[in-house]
């Protein structure tokens, strides 16, 4: 198309499974329609620029989280159990667990991994920035990260979001 | 119609969002233009979701069936 390129302008602030989810997915979707994309990683998003990282999801301070079992039949599957945070935080294994049930429900609903769609994003040329800030404070190297990912501050991010047509904090 | 010529098929059948959106991207930049991709879907968010993705990336949709279990669409790429 011959009119000017939109934009969308993310930033990712949170490490989690079910945080690092909405940028990829909105990343990659703009950028199936010809968007030009970046996503600024700070804080806690910033891990997500790790060759391996684990995203792993806790119910403790998600207390709406619904949480399904992957298995049984429909009238099981369908049961949204309740989570008392008090009881799962004092457990040990629970996030591993509930980081375990949220992997298979996605993958038994056709839903990529953030994995994947992390690649998906670097294949279709996402610009994702890692806040060097964050590097310092939390003693991450330029080395972890993927190679497509490049360091900036607030300033990187905002230059390249001021004229964007989407800009969201996630 | 003689000028409705698949020249490819994409099956992201138990695939869900945003992936029926991203492989087609993909495949349409793999054929020329004027051609035409068949895109199957069970995602039934597709439908907006491909209605949205033709008037963004100004490709045609030309055709969008919902058959019941299944979603078809047919795209040319004009660009």
């Known amino acids: ?170 | 119609m003689s000028d409705l010529k698949v020249v490819q098929t994409l099956d992201t059948s138990g695939l869900s969002c945003p992936m029926p959106v991203v492989k087609t991207k993909k495949a349409i930049n793999a054929i020329e233009v004027g051609e035409i991709l068949e895109m199957i879907a069970t995602d039934p968010g597709s439908i907006p979701d491909m209605e949205a993705w033709a008037r963004q990336t100004g490709h045609e949709l030309m055709e969008s069936h919902d058959e019941g279990e299944k979603f078809r669409f047919l795209i040319k790429k004009t660009h």
């Open chain 1, 1 to 170: 198309m011959e009119e000017k390129r939109k934009k969308l302008a993310l930033i990712s602030s949170q490490g989690t499974l079910d945080w690092a989810y909405p940028p990829f997915i909105l990343a990659t979707a703009a950028a199936a329609m010809d968007w030009d994309v970046g996503i600024f990683f700070t804080f806690y998003g910033l891990p997500l620029l790790k060759k391996d990282f684990k995203a792993s999801v806790s119910p403790v301070s998600n207390p709406a989280m619904p949480m399904k079992m992957p298995f049984g039949g429909d009238s099981f599957r369908n049961i949204n159990w309740p989570m008392p945070n008090l009881l799962m935080s004092n457990m040990p294994g629970f996030e591993a667990m509930a980081t375990n049930l949220m992997k298979k429900t996605f993958k038994d609903k056709g839903v990529a991994t953030v994995e994947e769609l992390r690649d998906m994003a670097v294949e279709m040329d996402v610009k994702m920035i890692g806040c060097q800030m964050t590097m310092d404070v939390f003693g991450f190297k330029k080395e972890e990260f993927i190679e497509e990912a490049d360091v900036g501050g607030a300033a990187t991010f905002l230059e390249f979001a001021a004229d964007a047509n989407v800009s969201l904090f996630v």
